[in-house]
């Protein structure tokens, strides 16, 4: 079993950053990939950006050069920095680890950015 609790987010106005962690309850090594998506309000959840475990980075075309993706094997957090934040960035961030084909999600963490 694989649990992923995320932290960080909260209320920011526009142009502000925050970094969210997801923190796991197992090596994440081997995980294959690691990524976090989001949901805003009535419509559905998308990527947001993805990690391999070779380092390899991923990211919608929304938040590139805004929001970088990064993991810590020592400590098995993944996290996502999140810089020149826009109104359209609210939404509920959740993380995601694919181990195989499975995928284990966290609970979420809301980010509201205000303009």
């Known amino acids: 079993q694989v649990r992923l609790v995320e932290s960080g987010g909260g209320l920011v106005q526009a142009g502000g950053s925050l970094r969210l962690s997801c923190a796991v309850t197992?090596?994440?090594?081997?995980?294959?990939?690691m990524g976090w998506y989001r949901q805003a309000p009535g419509k559905q959840r998308e990527l947001v950006a993805v990690?391999?475990?070779?380092?390899?980075?991923n990211y919608a075309d929304s938040v590139k050069g805004r929001f970088t993706i990064s993991r810590d094997n020592a400590a098995n957090t993944v996290y996502l920095q999140m810089n020149s934040l826009k109104p359209a960035d609210t939404a509920v961030y959740y993380c995601?680890?694919?181990?195989?084909?499975?995928?284990?999600w966290g609970q979420g963490t809301q980010v509201t950015v205000s303009s």
């Open positions: 197992r090596s994440i090594f081997s995980i294959d990939v």
């Open positions: 990690i391999t475990s070779g380092g390899g980075t």
């Open positions: 995601d680890a694919a181990l195989g084909p499975a995928h284990y």
